[in-house]
């Protein structure tokens, strides 16, 4: 079992950047691979990016891609979403997942994680 904490939320204006957040305790994080969701209201919970255990692969969702990048640091437990350049389209509720599976698919999809946050609010002004 691992537990996941995100921090680092908050109210944003357009343009502007901030860094999520996500401690794990319970089992060692790099045990796992990880990745950030995110679910706006009224819509299913989507694919941000993701990384692998060793940190060498990354994943990214096309509307984040040159914007966001996802890190871990093994040490620390810790996964980090920097978040630049933010859209109001960026609004909503951040999760981050930790699960077994390495490839790319999995890493790309809800069903790849087996652990979840319980998110934390990021909102973007216009």
């Not at 502007?16 to 919970?45: D, H, I, N, V």
């Not at 599976?101 to 890493?107: P, Q, S």
């Amino acid at each position: 079992q691992v537990q996941l904490v995100e921090s680092g939320g908050g109210l944003v204006q357009a343009g502007g950047s901030l860094r999520l957040s996500c401690a794990a305790s319970g089992r060692t994080l790099s045990s796992y691979s990880m990745g950030w969701f995110r679910q706006a209201p009224g819509k299913e919970r989507e694919f941000v990016a993701a990384i692998d255990k060793s940190g060498s692969t990354t994943y990214y969702a096309d509307s984040v891609k040159g914007r966001f990048t996802i890190s871990r640091d093994n040490a620390k437990n810790t996964v980090y979403l920097q978040m630049n350049s933010l859209n109001p389209e960026d609004t909503a509720v951040y999760f981050c997942a930790a699960g077994a599976y390495v490839t790319r698919y999995y890493l790309m999809s809800k069903p790849g994680y087996d652990y979840w946050g319980q998110g934390t609010q990021v909102t973007v002004s216009s």
